[in-house]
């Protein structure tokens, strides 16, 4: 049995005043993916974190707003309010989802009480990734994966949010990773939501061209903190490369693996 | 009609910036502090200039630069030339450079449409610069009575004199201040004033980079140091 | 939701010609390439592109002011200032204009707003001749098709199709070679300029305090127009004036280097009215053409007015995913890729119903934009106004918004109550766990599964939670993992 990692030196909490986090579980997680929502909830746990799932999630209005159903997208940000009204800070391993609930201010600004109330909740919103690294100040998660895998750096994560090193911090220290750039590693996959299905050509092409300069740095997995990215590039690859047999990871399962059992 | 029109257009503007002011930014642009005056620095200047594709070459006497000049008009075959009316031009003796080697020059008093004519027979045009700018290889040309626009764009190949007439600009920031100084005794900016970066290009063609499409396909910058 | 016609069409045949594809790409990561090599070695890039989009939007809160303040200092040069409040008008100004100086044949540099205005056919009718003469601009008027990027018009054609287009329609002797090529079309073209009446230009800026037109180019055929023919026009849209030069020197210390990577392009021109006494080139007589089009409406709503900062450099469409795949004609406008979105549906009398929808949100555009516009901010903005605004920006389109309002409402209903969103995700499991049936009956659907294997629907987390949670529970009791 592997001993877990040290606690970052910088922690001030002591293993035993774990962070209490709020699970923000995208309703692509909850119906389609969801080892992402355990893995992510099992990462957080052993970082250190005491993980709660707040009752009565739906959908945080991204599919609304994205849509230019603004209006509609208010109810749905309204109701998120609520259901994460709670002071814990609110962990999503999505860079989109965490993006719609960083536009909530913007989308309530109609209302003051409210968009205060949504400016707090953005400013304790995170992705995986960043409450990790710069939150939590960890880095090493105690994973083991020995494989070649490519990172894919999905555009809400690595533009609307910034993050860039911290996906690749983690992952440097999942024992036996061997992580490769593709040469285009920020080039968008194509899928852009309700994108992929209005312009389905151009679509299909942005996919095939991300999925195959993944493929060719010859890596085994493909990485990505996005779970509409990676549905978007498994569901390509399943189709039309399956002999590859290349795997489609979320970082939260990357972060997750090498412990046996439900990993 | 167009003064209806005029009406129309600066008072939809009017309302809509009385709608909605633009959000205001700094009170003031951060414009970045003018530069120092710049010693000559041609080895910045050769770099640039051979960078975008043009020749440097740097004359440490009046008799360099007419070397220079006449290694010019040999390599290029040049049979005839249209020259700049400039005092550094004058000064440095290039007609007899010119003659000896028995080019043609386009007689400085020719009307308007002979001097286009002659000018678009010409094979090589020879201009001062009224400043350089360091930071991108570029020859500023200013337009004046004998000082023609199609000296520096007819002929294939431009030779260009830095001289001691021409001001060192060390960025491309430093084009402002430089401008807004260039006034004429009625207030007026001269007609026209050419920032020239190289010989003309494209690449409209598959990317690929050709040299020469409407304007000069050779740029040579001469730097000429007199200490005489 | 129905197949959205237009852009949808288009791009789908753009995805299917290989030729362009392969052409796409090799221009976009060479654009790419040299922009990037341009910005690594420009240390105060950042700074820059701060200053652009304050110059710019200081410009804009003055707008009128800075406008008739330019009308007055063309004035003293001895220019004419003419107004038009749309394309039509405009093209008839430059029809009288032509006619008063009794011209016939006219050359034209590269210019955005000309095209915006479909000046060409405008002057045709009017009995000129009329010279594209940037090459990319003759290589498509030669062979009849719109431009197809803002900085280089021909990027859909390689060398061979240049070759036979100039054998075609020139009578030139076959060739493939660039240089070539590029010579047949110096050769001719220069005859043209030599023997035309009027130059046609756009601008890239006019500065207030002298009347001076800012003109960016790289061939030297924009220097030819304004120094060859007796008349000079150009048209320009009113949001490019300028209050001086400190601000055009701001402009110009990115823009060649977001356009090409270069530092300064091959000629920069500063133009002040007609030549002067003793002078023996240049034009005689110079006119200015203010255009409006649909601009002082952009003005007028704060949340688009940031659109009108663009330098026109093209950096966002060589980043652009959708720009790579689709190319420049799939926007069917003169203004392609991102900022195409954006103007596309604001200009003129509007159309284009459909291209906010046709991005991927990336985001790419805005970290190069040198005037700093939030490109997908404007995006979702003018979603909203599709979906909200029936009168948006062409009622007579079909196209746009992918929900409708009905379903969007229904959308609501269902995820309002955790308890519907539950049971419905439940039926969806129940009936049609492989999504077969869902993508059998919705076209958009059925199209994504042509290249995709469609994901399963599977447990909801949330069921599975209570037995995890004990579990995290007892591995943080443990101290050690689950």
């Given at each position: 049995m592997r001993p877990l990692p040290a606690r970052?030196?910088?922690?001030?909490?002591?293993?035993?005043d774990p962070v209490r986090v709020q699970l923000f579980v995208p309703c692509l997680v909850e119906n389609l993916a969801p080892e992402i929502a355990e893995a992510t909830a099992r990462v957080l746990t052993r970082a250190g974190a005491e993980v709660a799932l707040p009752p009565g999630q739906t959908c945080c209005g991204q599919p609304l707003y994205k849509s230019g159903r603004h209006a509609e997208a208010r109810d749905l940000a309204l109701r998120f309010l609520d259901v994460f009204s709670g002071p814990d800070p609110v962990v999503a391993p999505s860079g989109s989802c965490v993006a719609m609930v960083k536009a909530y201010p913007k989308l309530l600004a109609h209302d003051p009480a409210r968009a205060e109330a949504a400016r707090a909740l953005a400013g304790r919103t995170f992705e995986l990734s960043q409450f990790l690294v710069d939150v939590l100040g960890v880095e090493d998660l105690g994973a083991e994966l020995p494989m070649a895998a490519a990172y894919h750096d999905s555009c809400q994560v690595s533009r609307?949010?910034?993050?860039?090193e911290q996906p690749r911090k983690l992952l440097a220290k999942v024992r036996g990773l061997d992580l490769r750039e593709p040469s285009r590693p920020a080039a968008c996959c194509g899928f852009g939501g309700t994108f992929s299905v209005q312009f389905p050509e151009v679509s299909a092409s942005l996919t095939a061209e991300k999925a195959a300069d993944l493929a060719a740095t010859g890596a085994q997995a493909v990485v990505c903190a996005e779970p509409s990215c990676l549905l978007n590039l498994r569901s390509h690859l399943d189709k039309n490369s399956p002999d590859l047999g290349i795997r489609c990871l979320h970082l939260a399962e990357v972060l997750n693996s090498g412990f046996g059992g439900a990993s | 009609m167009s003064d209806e029109s005029r009406e129309h257009i600066l008072s939809a503007l009017e309302d809509a910036l009385a709608q909605a002011p633009v959000a205001s930014g700094p009170a003031a642009p951060a414009f970045p502090e003018p530069a120092d005056p710049a010693a000559p620095d041609w080895p910045a200047l050769a770099r640039e200039v051979t960078t975008n594709g043009g020749r440097f070459a740097l004359a440490r006497s009046a008799a360099e630069a007419r070397g220079a000049l006449a290694s010019l008009v040999k390599a290029f075959g040049v049979r005839r030339a249209v020259l700049w009316d400039h005092p550094a031009l004058a000064r440095l003796g290039l007609a007899d450079t010119l003659a000896k080697a028995g080019v043609e020059v386009a007689p400085p008093d020719l009307a308007p449409a002979e001097f286009k004519e002659a000018a678009s027979e010409c094979d090589l045009g020879v201009t001062g610069a009224d400043a350089v700018i360091l930071e991108s290889g570029t020859v500023v040309a200013i337009a004046r009575p004998g000082r023609e626009r199609a000296t520096s764009l007819f002929p294939p190949v431009h030779l260009a004199l830095v001289t001691r007439e021409t001001e060192i600009l060390p960025g491309i920031a430093d084009l402002g201040p430089w401008l807004a100084r260039q006034r004429g005794e009625d207030g007026r900016p001269p007609s026209a004033i050419h920032c020239i970066t190289g010989p003309s290009s494209t690449a409209d063609i598959e990317l690929v980079k050709v040299r020469g499409?409407?304007?000069?396909t050779t740029l040579a910058v001469v730097a000429v140091e007199e200490n005489a | 939701m129905s197949r959205a016609p237009g852009f949808a069409d288009r791009s789908a045949d753009a995805c299917a010609d290989a030729q362009l594809q392969a052409n796409l790409k090799s221009a976009v990561l060479h654009f790419q390439r040299n922009r990037a090599k341009a910005f690594a070695a420009f240390p105060g890039s950042e700074a820059a592109r701060d200053l652009v989009r304050d110059v710019k939007d200081a410009a804009l809160s003055r707008l009128p002011d800075l406008l008739r303040e330019l009308e007055r200092s063309v004035t003293a040069l001895g220019g004419a200032v003419h107004w038009a409040r749309d394309g039509a008008e405009a093209c008839a100004i430059l029809a009288e204009i032509a006619a008063e100086a009794e011209a016939s044949t006219a050359v034209k540099g590269k210019s955005m707003v000309t095209e915006e205005i479909a000046l060409n056919p405008a002057l045709e009718a009017a009995g000129l001749e009329v010279y594209e003469t940037d090459l990319a601009e003759y290589i498509i008027q030669l062979a009849g098709e719109p431009p197809s990027h803002i900085m280089a018009p021909a990027v859909h054609k390689n060398r061979r199709q240049v070759g036979e287009l100039f054998a075609k329609k020139l009578g030139a002797e076959y060739t493939e070679d660039p240089t070539e090529l590029t010579n047949i079309a110096r050769t001719t073209l220069r005859r043209r300029f030599l023997r035309a009446d009027l130059g046609v230009t756009g601008a890239n800026a006019a500065l207030a305090d002298s009347g001076i037109v800012v003109l960016v180019e790289n061939e030297g055929n924009i220097r030819m127009s304004t120094t060859a023919p007796r008349v000079h026009v150009a048209v320009m849209g009113i949001e490019k004036v300028l209050p001086g030069p400190a601000e055009a020197a701001a402009m110009l210390a990115v823009l060649a280097r977001s356009a090409s990577g270069q530092k300064m392009s091959s000629y920069t021109s500063f133009l002040a009215g007609p030549r002067r006494d003793g002078e023996r080139d240049g034009a005689q007589a110079f006119h200015l053409v203010l255009l409006d089009n649909g601009r002082s409406r952009i003005l007028a709503d704060p949340e688009l007015r940031q659109t009108l900062r663009c330098l026109r450099c093209g950096a966002c469409l060589n980043v652009c995913p959708v720009y790579e795949k689709a190319g420049g004609h799939a926007w069917g406008s003169p203004y392609c890729g991102p900022i195409g979105t954006c103007m596309t549906p604001l200009l003129g009398k509007g159309r284009g119903r459909d291209l906010p929808f046709a991005c991927t949100g990336c985001g790419a555009c805005a970290e190069v934009c040198p005037a700093r516009i939030d490109l997908p901010g404007v995006i979702m903005a003018l979603r909203r106004k599709a979906a909200e605004d029936p009168a948006f920006p062409d009622p007579a389109e079909r196209g746009g918004p992918p929900l409708s309002a009905a379903a969007a409402k229904l959308f609501v209903k269902v995820a309002g109550s955790p308890g519907l969103f539950r049971a419905a995700a439940s039926l969806a499991r129940t009936l049609d766990p492989g999504l077969a049936l869902a993508s059998r009956l919705a076209p958009g659907l059925r199209a994504w599964t042509r290249t995709r294997k469609p994901p399963r629907l599977r447990t909801p987390f949330t069921a599975s939670w209570p037995a995890l949670a004990r579990n995290l529970k007892g591995q943080a009791l443990k101290g050690g993992r689950p």
């Open positions: 970052h030196s910088g922690d001030p909490n002591p293993a035993s609307t949010l910034g993050v860039r | 499409v409407h304007g000069p | -």
